[in-house]
């Protein structure tokens, strides 16, 4: 098996990338806001763990768009969060035409979280794609089912069927968190061919589609367009559990908020998750703690990191 050489992501090395503090004085502004896009009827659970997570991560100000049938409920949950019911798909999804009432955000928001626990491909890689056009100047993490953005499964019918998905970039890096078998599923290959080389397809996903890529598993292999290479080994099997990735992504999106880059934040992010999954399995035990419990764990550990 060929190994490409990479960083790797330890405490040493984020404390030479230190994220970007506010001043004593600064308001919830100098945070930064984000946008999270996510959920539907059957897994509203994904927006709110997502957008907590975001919280946690030290973000200022967070808006939720979800699925209307959904939305109050989310509200109640997080009451820290404004919440933009929209308008839903026959299978309860977020509807396309949504990012129009989603672009009145555009200019007041810093980062951009879309897909965890979204349904309906084809709406949902027309909703990205109308996201893309009206958020382009902030950084976007897509994850989950918006990342299909780069490869859908059926010729979604509302989309210019002229576009070849085969020649597919982004006009400018987004971040992209597949698993395993996301990526498998995207490039057309087997889960195993991946599995066997994370390093190199991390890095072909990242060079052809213009993107950041954190391919994450027990080893979490971040790549950048530019070739750069990262990987950590952290965390736990606790940690391969429903709802663990849709936190990943809110840390990460936090993050965004507050002005780190695409690769910073996901150095940071994945840093954080597993280190969240170190210490629940020290006082949980190895197996059995809960998604919703990752979070929580965030603020604590962001002192720690950046001190050790
Ligand atoms: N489902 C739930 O109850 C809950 C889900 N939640 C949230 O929903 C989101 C989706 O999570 P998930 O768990 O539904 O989809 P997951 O397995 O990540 O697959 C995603 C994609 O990967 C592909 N793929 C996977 N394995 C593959 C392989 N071996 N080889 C090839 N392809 C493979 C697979 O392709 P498919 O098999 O459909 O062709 C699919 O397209 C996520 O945000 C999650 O946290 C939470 O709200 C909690 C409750
Ligand atoms: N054995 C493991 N050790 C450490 N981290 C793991 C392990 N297995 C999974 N993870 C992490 O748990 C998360 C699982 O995310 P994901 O598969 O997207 O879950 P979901 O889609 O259900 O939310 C990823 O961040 C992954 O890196």
New binding site residues.
């Given amino acids: 098996m060929s190994r490409l050489p990479a960083t790797e992501l330890n405490p040493a090395l984020l404390r030479r990338w230190p994220l970007p503090q506010p001043g004593f004085d600064g308001d919830k502004e100098t945070r930064g806001h984000v946008l999270v896009v ?2 539907s009827a ?6 709110l ?2 957008a907590e997570a975001a919280l946690r991560a030290g973000a200022g100000k967070l808006t939720v768009g979800t699925a209307a049938s959904v939305a109050p409920q989310l509200g109640t949950a997080l009451p820290e969060a404004r919440v933009i019911g929209l308008g839903e798909t026959a299978a309860h999804g977020v509807q396309a035409d949504s990012a129009r009432r989603l672009g009145e955000l555009a200019g007041k928001v810093d980062a951009l979280l879309v ?4 349904q309906d491909e084809a709406s949902c890689v027309e909703l990205v794609h109308g996201l893309l056009e009206r958020f382009g100047s902030i950084p976007i993490l897509l ?3 918006a990342m ?1 953005t780069v490869h859908p ?1 059926r010729e979604p019918h509302l989309l210019d069927e002229a576009v070849d998905w085969e020649q597919f970039r982004f006009p400018s890096p987004v971040l992209l968190t ?5 990526l ?2 995207l490039t057309g290959k ?2 195993a061919a991946i599995e066997q080389a994370p390093h190199d397809a991390a890095r072909a996903a990242a060079e052809r589609w213009n993107a950041v890529v954190a391919l994450k598993g027990a080893t979490t292999v971040l790549a950048a367009p530019d070739g750069s290479l990262w990987q950590h080994q952290g965390g736990n099997a606790g940690l391969a559990i ?5 936190v990943l ?1 809110g840390i990460i999106a936090g993050l965004l908020a507050r002005g780190t880059t695409l690769e910073q934040a996901a150095a940071w992010g994945v840093a954080l998750h597993g280190a969240a999954g170190e210490q629940l399995a020290l006082r949980c035990g190895p197996l059995g703690y809960l ?1 919703r419990e990752i979070a929580a764990e965030v603020p604590a550990l962001l002192r720690v990191l950046a001190a050790q």
Avoid at 115 to 118: A, L, V
Avoid at 178 to 182: D, K, N, Q, T
Wanted: aromatic content about 0%; hydrophobic content about 35%.
């Fill in positions: 996510a959920g059957e897994m509203p659970g994904a927006a763990l997502a897909g965890p626990g979204m994850d989950a089912q299909c499964r597949p698993h395993a078998g996301e498998a599923r087997e889960r429903s709802g663990s990735g849709d992504a998604a």
